[in-house]
């Protein structure tokens, strides 16, 4: 199935630093969903925002959306130790189920 | 609330055996999807089902692969006879929709020697 493509693949940033990651897709799309993966663990659902949306918040979590573009990144403000783990994104498109990326690994050090 | 539940969590055996692995989906979720993770092919949906009825078989890689869901609260992937190239994690994930938000297990590490 063809995946959503994610930069950078790996991050590494200090804690309290934000992290930024970016995700693209080639088709349209119904939404946009971020999960994330500890290291050992199933994905996690973080947010979904839909493709009528720009912007959503949740905690430290944001994501925003360019249907124009095709792309969506999640960014992770004042990032703690915890948050290092694997991010995905995710989209339902034409194929109404889950397409994920290739995945960001981020790493937070403390 | 109990969350997607997969047995076993590890499993080792020889290659040519038969491989059971077993899915239990949140109660009140009505499909449900089968992953396998490599490092080198990153997340990979095997099949996916909708009210028990498969209904996306397309990444399920050869006869060997089968998945089963008798009924709303069970699923299972067999490969018969098994191969190291299926070395892998594979995920058991539940939804109330094919693009809603999945809950996923924690998986079967799977080495097959």
């Known amino acids: 199935s063809q995946q959503g493509e994610e930069d950078p693949q790996a991050l590494s940033i200090q804690e309290g630093e934000n992290a930024t990651m970016n995700c693209s897709y080639k088709?349209?799309?119904?939404?946009l969903q971020w999960y994330r993966q500890n290291s050992g663990r199933g994905l996690v659902h973080l947010i979904l925002i839909r493709s009528n949306e720009r912007e959503k918040h949740s905690g430290r979590l944001r994501v925003t959306l360019d249907t124009s573009k095709k792309s969506s990144s999640l960014l992770i403000t004042a990032s703690r130790a915890a948050d290092t783990a694997s991010y995905f994104c995710a989209y339902s498109g034409s194929a109404r189920q889950l397409t994920f990326g290739s995945g960001t690994q981020l790493t937070v050090l403390p | 609330d109990a969350g997607v539940i997969q047995s076993p969590r590890h499993e080792v055996t020889e290659m040519g055996q038969e491989v059971t692995l077993r899915c239990k989906p949140i109660?009140?979720?009505?499909?449900l999807f089968w992953y396998r993770q490599t490092m080198m092919r990153g997340l990979e949906l095997l099949i996916y089902f909708n009210n028990n009825v498969p209904i996306d078989d397309s990444g399920m890689p050869e006869d060997r692969f089968s998945a089963k869901m008798p009924n709303a609260s069970f699923s299972t992937l067999k490969i018969q006879p098994s191969e190291p190239r299926d070395s892998a994690v594979y995920f058991c994930a539940s939804s109330l929709g094919e693009d809603q938000p999945q809950h996923f297990g924690d998986g079967t590490r799977l080495s097959i020697l």
């Open positions: 109660s009140g979720h009505n499909s």
């Open positions: 088709t349209s799309i119904n939404n």
